[in-house]
């Protein structure tokens, strides 16, 4: 089954045009460096965004704090409609690390760590004959049948960034949060990375990109949030590749600062 077809994965508890996460006149900074300023904006659900920007713009930052693993120095934060730091329903959030480094050496299987995504549902109990087919129907989402049994170790980059979403997926995420996911991916991979993330926007979830390939999200993103301290633009992926945001958001005016993405 693929993503755009029927079955247990769709997506049925958002309601499109339902704020997954607002900032509202957010601001945050490290110690006496300056991060975030005067941010204010709001993800929809279904929406599929790119934050783009230079390095030390803000970028991960932002992420952590739309994420509550941040709080802002001023400014409110919500996730699902609570404040983004109490937020405790973690089944509703699939993240996607930059190299997807977690459980990358340790020796366990595709399915041991797409299954992981079921534990928030079951608790204490074992993983019932319906647990295991969410799990399958994950794989096999994503194009990772055949690579089930196959260790973590043992998988390119793409492949274990494709194990990761469909750990996402069995946990029923509503939100897909990815960071630079396509770092250390190889070229051919790519295309079929975005167009599996494109997939699974159509049916239903909401996603969130930190993307470095400029390429990738204008040829992939509907919206687009360029960042550099502040918010240059927020608007539609044409608009963005028309206009001279990039420029500026990139340019001498605007200094990164911050953090490392």
Known sequence: MTAGESGSLRRSGTDSGSAVAELRDVEFGYAATPVLEDVSLRID??????????????????????????????????????????????????????????SKEMPITVREVVKMGRFPHVGFRRLSDGDWAIVDEALETVGMSAFADRRVTQLSGGQRQRAFIARALAGE?????????????????????????????????????????????????????????????????????????????????????????
């Open 45 to 102: 659900s279904g929406e599929y965004a790119a934050i783009v920007g230079p390095n030390g713009s803000g970028k991960s930052t932002l992420m952590k704090l739309m994420l509550g693993l941040l709080r802002p120095d001023t400014g409110e934060v919500q996730l699902f409609g609570e404040p983004a730091h109490s937020f405790d329903d973690g089944s509703r959030i699939g993240y996607v690390a930059q190299h997807a480094s977690a």
């Open 173 to 261: 995420a509503d939100l897909l949060v990815l960071d630079e996911p396509t770092v250390g991916v190889d070229a051919e991979s790519v295309d079929a990375f975005y167009e599996l993330l494109e997939a699974l926007n159509d049916d239903g979830i909401t996603v969130v990109l930190i993307e470095h390939d400029l390429t990738a999200v204008t040829d992939h993103a509907e919206r687009v949030i360029c960042l550099n301290r502040k918010i240059y633009f927020d608007g539609e992926t044409e608009e963005f590749v028309a206009g001279d945001a990039l420029a500026r958001a990139f340019g001498t005016a605007a200094s990164p600062a911050g953090d490392s993405g």
